[in-house]
């Protein structure tokens, strides 16, 4: 085989294992954009000193470890709670808050300001001013300082005309998809799979390559992207684990693609 390059940065799926330890039909595929997948191998030695030479007698290799550094541009919820150990939940309505909307109050008539959701019936509403004031609650016809709500509308008295206020809120949502990092757990141990396409110096073959970690688990920290004005990916890191027996803990494949 000649040498070769990595024109992309592939694509990665997850598979878990049955409660037996045996590989699962449970994939956790659609995993978003992918910047790079970096596969590392460390190999971990120890010196024996030889008490006539500024030489070692020998340098002996201890042990190997391994890791998979996948860096995303795309966030996807499924597969960052799989990392966690976690489950992705679909609730058909549950609550969500509105923090700090700002609002401007009219300066004419009608005093009345649309909200970015309907407001929960019975559910906590806080309004205060710029000086974090708050304004009081009433159920129609408010007076200066008051407020009153009616679905995603506030309405305010005339007194208050120009003022620029804050509204925290909760509100009700329908199909919720909701991710809970677990109290007491520990991250699963999973099979990774890369399809990549490498291809000779020349780009003149083209090869369709795997990378398959028999088994691994996420390590270190896994952060979500910072939320932020200019956008930003996020990454994390596999570890090799021990193979089950008789299997190599990584595979290389290559199988050279026909024109």
């Known amino acids: 085989m000649q040498s070769i390059i990595y024109p992309r940065a592939g694509r990665i799926v997850l598979r878990k294992f049955s409660a037996s330890g045996a590989l699962s039909d449970n994939f956790v595929v659609n995993n978003g954009t992918v910047e790079s997948i970096g596969a590392n191998v460390n190999i971990a030695t120890t010196e024996l000193a030889d008490g006539n030479s500024d030489f070692p007698m020998g340098v002996y290799d201890t042990g ?14 499924d597969l960052y709670a799989a990392l966690m150990g976690s489950e992705l939940e ?11 909307q700002e609002i401007s109050v009219p300066e004419s008539s009608p005093f009345v300001v649309k909200l970015d959701h309907a407001v929960k019936s019975g559910g906590t509403f806080i309004l205060v001013d710029r000086e974090s004031s708050p304004f009081v609650k009433v159920e129609s016809s408010p007076a200066e300082g008051q407020f009153a709500v009616s679905g995603n509308e506030a309405e305010f008295n005339s007194a208050n005309a120009g003022q620029i206020v804050f509204a925290t809120y909760e509100w009700t949502a329908s199909d919720v998809k909701k991710l809970a990092i677990p109290t007491i757990g520990s991250r699963p141990v999973m099979q990774a799979i890369v399809s990549t396409e490498a291809t000779d110096d020349g780009e003149v073959n083209i090869y369709d390559a795997n990378v398959v970690v028999d088994k691994c688990k996420a390590t270190g920290d896994i952060n979500q992207p910072t939320q932020k004005r200019e956008p930003e990916g996020w990454s994390f890191t596999l570890q090799v684990l021990r193979p089950r027996p008789s299997y190599n803990p990584v595979y290389w494949k290559y199988a050279l693609r026909s024109q």
């Open 90 to 100: 679909t609730i058909n309505e549950d609550t969500l808050w509105a923090a700090d």
């Open 64 to 77: 190997k470890s391994g890791q998979l550094v996948v860096t995303m541009s795309s966030f996807q919820p």
